[in-house]
């Protein structure tokens, strides 16, 4: 079973997020840069990003912030695109019959707005799961271990798509196999992956070979 990541892996929304997560975290008085935020938040759960930059600022970050963050993300969504050439990765993976699913640490809210967006949705229907479902979100392994659980996959013959570090950490400490997608990420961040990838249509031949 393939275990696709969400941003930055299938919709192209990791630049948006990262770019207004670092808006708001500046006007709350903790200064970040686009660059920054990417560094210390990409590919975590908003739980963890907000016990991270609260233990930096030595304050609560305001109440609403998440909701103002969402809000922001979703009417930019509006313009969200599929990661170049995933599309026809999934359409060789439905040819062949390989199962696959989602495993994000956005929310459930989150992650159907940008399937919907992309016109993803009902190809995952039944197979998301968030870091919502967890107790403890990536790095941690629960979620895909619970993704496996859930598909009754055995984590050995599991694959992982992921884009962070923390995404490629929880893969690893799942007892999967996973591949870098550098698209937007330093490729040296991704070097504990099985492969560091750069266009989607190397995938295919990467979980084939697996």
Known sequence: MVIFDNDGVLVDS?????TILAELLTEA???Y??????RDFMGGSMKSMRENA??????????????????RLFDGFAHLQAIEGVEDVLDQLDAAGTPYCLASSGT????????????????????????????HGKPAPDLFLHAAASQGVPPADCVVVEDSPL?????NAAGMTVFGYA??????KLATAREVFHKMSSLPGLISGA
């Open 54 to 71: 609260e233990a930096q600022l030595g304050r609560p970050l305001p109440a609403d912030l998440e909701d103002r963050y969402h809000q």
């Open 183 to 188: 698209g937007m990420t330093d490729p040296a």
């Open 14 to 18: 990791e630049r948006l997020a990262n």
């Open 33 to 38: 840069t686009f660059d920054e935020a990417v």
């Open 167 to 171: 995404g490629v950490a929880a893969a």
């Open 29 to 31: 008085g903790l200064p």
């Open 108 to 135: 459930h809210r989150r992650i159907r707005t940008a399937l919907t967006a992309v016109g993803f949705l009902d190809r995952f229907a039944g197979r998301i799961f968030s870091a919502e479902d967890v107790a």
